[in-house]
């Protein structure tokens, strides 16, 4: 197989980035994560119905964030900072006690 044209090139930028370049995917800072909220990009958020829920803790369990904590009596509370309204916690809840809705800023 006949070698690229570009090799060179490509070899040069290659060294030349990996010698500037951290390496990404690294929290340097321990609690990043809570520093950056991540909910501004959201189009739909749950609406929960506290009135359904019958504390089965499955979007608790689900949510891959987790932007839903538990109060004093053990119903989940929505943190809306953290929430990209994925929509787990709805398709989750056996009872429909949480809902989709568009978000509105």
């Known amino acids: ?3 690229s044209p570009f090799k060179a090139d490509i070899e040069r930028v290659q060294k030349e980035y ?3 370049m951290t390496p990404g995917a690294i929290a340097y800072i321990p609690g990043s994560s809570v520093i950056n909220k991540t ?3 959201r189009v739909f958020m749950p609406e929960f119905y ?3 829920c019958v504390r089965c803790y ?3 369990i689900y949510c891959p964030e987790p932007a839903i904590y538990l ?3 053990n119903y989940p509370v929505f943190d809306y900072d953290y929430c990209k309204g ?3 916690c709805a398709n989750e809840c056996p009872t429909d006690a ?3 809705v568009r978000e509105s800023k």
Request: glycine share 8%; charged share 40%; proline share 0%.
């Open 1 to 3: 197989m006949a070698e």
């Open 18 to 20: 990996s010698e500037k």
């Open 39 to 41: 909910g501004s990009w």
């Open 50 to 52: 506290r009135d359904k």
């Open 58 to 60: 499955l979007c608790y």
């Open 71 to 73: 109060d004093e009596e």
């Open 86 to 88: 994925c929509g787990i």
């Open 98 to 100: 949480i809902v989709m």
